[in-house]
Nanobody, 126 residues
């Protein structure tokens, strides 16, 4: 059974950077895309970025384009999210999850995603 564990969150000032990591246990080849999602208390999760496991294509939410970069380390079964020029509105708990297709990852429906970990808190504040 696929399971992710997220790490790398913390407190950072506006304009700062963080690098999140997401380590997977389980059988990743069953899936077509892995993504990062974020969720504030009491709100629906929001798709942040996805990477295709077949051809490396990437997708970013408009709110993070040009500031975040997703990458995959195949040997270590790990996906990273490099976040730069962070803004207070980026404050959230960040999760990673997998979908059977890249398109499903981009759509971000909770019931189409697997392997949700405990998340990692990102707080952007001065």
């Amino acid at each position: 059974q696929l399971q992710f564990v997220e790490s790398g969150g913390g407190l950072v000032q506006p304009g700062g950077s963080l690098r999140l990591s997401c380590a997977a246990s389980g059988f990743i080849p069953d899936y077509g895309g892995i993504g990062w999602f974020r969720q504030a208390p009491g709100q629906e999760h929001e798709g942040v970025s996805c990477v295709s496991l077949s051809d490396g294509s990437t997708w970013y939410a408009d709110s993070v384009k040009g500031r975040f970069t997703i990458s995959r380390d195949k040997d270590k079964n790990t996906v990273h999210l490099q976040m730069s020029n962070l803004k207070p509105e980026d404050t959230d708990v960040y999760y990673c999850a997998a979908a059977f297709t890249f398109r499903l990852c981009m759509r971000g429906r909770h019931d189409a995603l697997a392997g949700w970990g405990p998340g990692t808190q990102v707080t952007v504040s001065s």
